[in-house]
């Protein structure tokens, strides 16, 4: 079965750039989409079709492709930003299952 | 106010069924698709299972192997998951998710905690 793999953690200082990124297959040619969530809440878009910021979500988050690899940037990290984050796409098909990443928790020392 | 509310989550003993409930108000419910993603304790997200607007299509997660069924009731803004066969490992929140265009999940509700254990 397809797999997306994210890093399990990522820490940063206030201020500083976090990077978190997402591999699979085939994400050359299928859009992929981030998920950010909280501790004990649900989770909540903030990267939609590899690069769109959805609605509500601070500048400093953005996305980018590379071949095989997605990432979501977060510049000028806050306190409020940690959380785990989660990729998601489909396999080359485009059709079901949605597949997620196992998730990357972000920690702002 | 838009928004999801799930409800039905329980403590059952593992080979029980269960039935999840998710009301949706705020929005126009009986045009967009829908899902189930659950969330083990500690553990990432797993897409469960999705149902098209009318409810004419319906997609399931491989590894639940036919114990659970997605539906839905237009008329009453409500999503189902019904759970048969219920395993330990089927200990998670679970989730529903709003389904749009762009975006597979673009809304969350907060969740019900099913629990399998005797």
């Known amino acids: 079965s397809y797999e997306l793999t994210q890093p399990p953690s990522v820490s940063v200082s206030p201020g500083q750039t976090a990077r978190i990124t997402c591999s699979g297959a085939a994400l050359p040619k299928r859009y992929s989409y981030w998920y950010q969530q909280k501790a004990g809440q649900a989770p909540v878009v903030v990267i939609y079709k590899d690069t769109e910021r959805a609605s509500g979500i601070p500048e400093r988050f953005s996305g980018s492709s590379s071949g095989t690899i997605v990432t979501l940037t977060i510049s000028a990290v806050q306190a409020e930003d940690e959380a785990d984050y989660y990729c998601q796409s489909t396999d080359i098909s485009g059709s079901y299952p949605l597949v997620l990443g196992g998730g990357t928790r972000l920690t702002v020392l | 106010q838009v928004q999801l509310v799930e409800s039905g989550g329980d403590v059952v003993q593992p080979g029980r069924s269960l039935r999840l409930s998710c009301t949706a108000s705020g929005f126009n419910f009986s045009i967009y698709g829908m899902h189930w993603v659950r969330q083990a304790p500690g553990k990432g997200l797993e897409w469960v299972a999705v149902i098209s607007y009318d409810g004419s299509d319906k997609y399931y997660a491989d590894s639940l192997k036919g114990r659970f069924t997605i539906s839905r009731d237009n008329s009453k803004n409500t999503l189902f998951l019904q759970m048969h066969s219920l395993r330990p490992e089927d200990t998670a929140i679970y989730f529903c998710?709003?389904?749009?265009?762009?975006?597979?999940?673009?809304?969350w509700g907060q969740g019900t905690l099913v629990t399998v254990s005797s």
């Open positions: 998710a709003k389904d749009s265009p762009i975006i597979p999940f673009d809304l």
